[in-house]
């Protein structure tokens, strides 16, 4: 395979962004990342590394949709007490 390119086993690979030697791999797209490109998340059990691409893809859809339950039943509530209001005030 005369098209692969050499890899030194003992020289870590490069980081995806910014070529210093990665770290590790993104746990969501599995690019290698360095420390200071790769953003730690996760709960407070497990922790995983994602580059900053995926968290802030991660940041965007998976924070918003996290607080839907929560902030869909107090729009609900605040809703239903403006007609409430409303309804009381026009009789
Ligand atoms: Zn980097
Ligand atoms: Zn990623």
Redo the contacts with the bound molecule.
Sequence with gaps: MPALQPIDSDAPPP?R??G?PAAGPCATCHAM??A??GALTGGAVKKVVVCQRCDAQGRGTVGWRAWVPIVAPILLGVLGLLIVTQLLRSC
């Design positions: 980081c962004d910014c210093a990342i360095c200071d490109c």
